[in-house]
């Protein structure tokens, strides 16, 4: 018997031998599918030789003795209804397996959901612990459902557990690596931590996957920031008190003095005044903050009473409330966790909105629309305002001040058009209009003596810049009350500013046709009309813009305009006016030659051969080529204009100007062209030399003949 080194020699031979006879049919197989032919011969001629030599070894005889009794008694391969499995019941065995994995998940996710939902309640209703219960049982029943692990891990933060949060987060992504959540609410246990660069590293990996949360992350970012900045004053502010700064220690004792109660208001006012003037810079602001001096004053009796009286206070007691306001304006300049942090303690929010939208006292008026207007210098500022007061509540009460006070700061005003660049702030004035804003414009328009030019023309440019919206604009233009505003101001103000200013307004407003502005357009046609010989070119523009937009809504306005001659008016000034001028009159007369014939009788007075319509035709403005074209066409359905147009070369212009991709040109050339050869057959002979039947036939395609 072989020994065993002997064996293992004689298998590790044979094992080479197989494994060279191996890379030999590899050779050769590869040499078989090569591209190079003589590479191809080669490797068949190898194929025969070793085909050759496998047939001239004789087949060994395998002795092996097979117990052919051996599986007798063994059963054949049968599914559950008795039949044979084949390779087409294997693979539906597999689809049915999958079927009830699927249904046996499904069941799992709903009764998880189940306990997702109880702990959402649970969260909503401040029991966290009962909500991490909740969600950790949902786990128990399904491992791989992330929103339960994100779910928990905000319901940590809540009780403080910031590092198992931040170990749900980091399990919930396993199950889902671009889950945002878990970054969120890992990212807010870091800040939680004070772990400042981790929370923001945190923050700015969502980006990584999804750059379209740049928005979101962005606010996550800044908060951190912010954040981390407060942090260090704070730092600061204790390192300045240990090494006794007494510019800090006096800030904290004057807060110290605050806490009494029981003092008259007169202490409350002189203290709050004391700290008004030694808060200089962030430091001293911080310092505020830190020795709760948000909380003294809001927590104080006498203060809280001032802030929650409706009606009049006596003289102290508005000294104490306009010194408070003038105070926390001070603290919160330049300090974002300041502007943060007043919003949040002692029900300040309310007591502000209560003394805002209710003091009938004007020092306590400013000195609120003094702090919104210092807030409203960030855009942090603006979104703290926003979120803790209102739009609605601010618009309103900025606008009821200027109305009903004299010598208004133009700060007021500017608060409004830093607001006015916030979506959100846009967005809650539309949901305020029908009932609150709306009306606060309407008396404004309506009360607008005491308002002073330098004031009233930014207010109404802020409205002109609310009504760019287009949904603001529909309703706005609903309100018969707002026309009638604005059509008061109009006919009572003098100021060319302010008129000038208005008309823009109105000519926004007008984009919407609504049937309130259908019952106002006989009386802003009657307003507009005198305005319209204004020599101030800017007013003289708008009024012809707007009257563009109303003078067709009804035959009245044309009337009106044919008796004061304004369509010979138009045809007088139209040289002489700016471009601007010219496509709004031009419109104008337009309209009103489109169906009034006393229109079409003064133009042709004043231009018995349209020799200035024709020689606006020459204008690159397209608009003023379109609306000149039109005109022409109308007034050439007076016979007499039409016989005298047949001296010049009308046809040959307006066919020139059929030559463009503007289809109001071409259109409204062809349109004239039409009702010339209409009104003269002279015209249809010179239309047929200029070869001009198949122009004519190609613009007017889709166009129907007034």
Known sequence: MASSDEQYRNEKADLDKFLASVNELESIVKGMGAEDETTRIEAIKKADEVIKKKEAVPTPVNRTFINKDAYKNDQPNVRPGGAVQDQDGFLKGLEEDAMARSQRRKERTEKATVWKDKGNDAFKAGDYNKAIECYTTGMDIMKDYSALFTNRAQAYIKIGEYDKAIADCNFAFRIDQECVKAYIHKGRAYLAKKEYDEAIKTYEEILEFNPQKEKLVKEYVTTARQAKEADAAEEKVQQLFQEGNQELKTVAEVLD???????????????????????????????????????????????????????????????????????????????????????????????????????PHKDIQQACLQLVFKFSQTEFGRKMIITNVGSVKILVAILSYIRTHRNVSKDAVTTLDKFAREKKFLREIFDGLDDTVTPAIERLLKEDKKISADIFVPCLSFIGTLANETAIRKKLSKSKGLWEGCVHVLSSRKDESVIVTLLGLMMNLALEISESLKEMAVTITKATLPLLKNSDSDLQERGFGLLSRVVGLHNDCQEQACEQHLPRYITQILPKSNIGCQRHALKCLTILTQSNKTARQQVIENDKDLSLLRELLGNDDNIIVANTALCIGHCSEDPIVSSTLVQTDIIKQLLAKTDTVQSAIKENCAIAVAKLVTTDKRHLARLHDLHGMDILHSCMKHVKLS
């Not at 104080?300 to 409330?321: A, H, R, V």
């Not at 306009?322 to 330049?334: G, M, Q």
Request: charged share 25%.
């Open 257 to 359: 003095k605050l806490k009494k109660d029981d003092q008259p208001s007169l202490y409350y006012s002189g203290g709050c005044r004391l700290l008004t003037s030694m808060l200089i810079d962030d430091v001293s602001r911080t310092v505020f903050r830190s020795q709760e001096g948000f909380q003294i004053l809001m927590e104080n009796t006498l203060i809280s009473k001032c802030f929650k009286t409706s009606g009049k206070l006596k003289k102290d007691e508005i000294d104490l409330c306009t010194t408070v306001l003038v105070l926390i304006t001070a603290v919160c300049k330049d300090n974002e966790e300041n502007q943060k942090t007043v919003w949040t303690v002692g029900g300040f929010t309310e007591k502000f909105c209560h003394v805002l939208e209710s003091s």
